[in-house]
């Protein structure tokens, strides 16, 4: 499970080793949201400005290698808090630097590469149901060239 927290005034915060989250009733009501979950259950807390995260919550997602990402307002991750001590995160990492270095990277890379392609162009091919003669031409010339690659 994610906890993603984006609404302002959203806190998130350690009570008796679990993770407590409370959204604020912006209607006056005082009517706040408040939610709990235990540590291993949570995979990776996200945070939007306008949310505010305690220290202790920190440590606890530290102590349960959670992941603790820093999103922009359009929710595109711009940072990540990792504990001092290395992580499943960092292991897998390097793991990854190891394995691009290595001709199976390369492969696994040009893999990807040419799946996303062919998943593109099927994608377009799609389009040509619904799309003019002209524009359906246009759309086969391109998936031509994408062929290509």
Known sequence: MDIYLKSFGARLR???GLFEITVPDI???????????PVH???SIML????????DALLLAFEGD???LILDKFGNPSGRILPNRPSSTLLIWKNQLA????KEGLEL????????????ISFLLKLCAYRSEAQTNLIQQNCGTMRGY
Request: hydrophobic share 35%.
């Open 99 to 102: 394995v691009s270095l290595q």
């Open 48 to 55: 939007q400005p306008g949310a505010s995260v305690s220290t």
């Open 109 to 120: 890379a040009k893999s990807w590469i040419e799946t996303k392609i062919n998943e593109r």
């Open 41 to 43: 259950e949570v995979e």
């Open 66 to 68: 959670v992941n603790v």
């Open 14 to 16: 350690s009570k008796d």
């Open 27 to 37: 209607s006056g009501a005082g009517k706040h949201l408040v939610a709990q979950h």
